[in-house]
């Protein structure tokens, strides 16, 4: 999934917007189940550096991969209701 999504740059620029601006760096963390963590062995396409500059603020995206037991990955998944 890592490989063919991406990270959006207009959610990732409505997050910019909001935070404060002594915040430089987003980190981005992926939760992936224990089975499927060699599918994702690269990161997402990501918004450069140069795109994410509000005013004289320059951002970076900085991700990281939480692999989960499919087990414990159930135990705190948020199912969703029908």
Do not use: H
Request: one cysteine or more.
């Amino acid at each position: 999934m890592a490989s063919t999504d991406e990270i959006n740059i207009c959610g990732v620029w409505d997050i910019l917007c909001e935070l404060p601006k002594t915040i430089k760096t987003i980190c981005i963390v992926l939760t992936i189940p224990g089975d499927r963590a060699d599918n994702n062995k690269n990161p997402q396409k990501a918004p450069a550096s140069e795109n994410l500059t509000i005013d004289k603020y320059k951002y970076t995206i900085k991700q990281y991969w939480l692999v989960f037991p499919n087990d414990d990955l159930l135990s705190i998944a948020i199912l969703q209701q029908p």
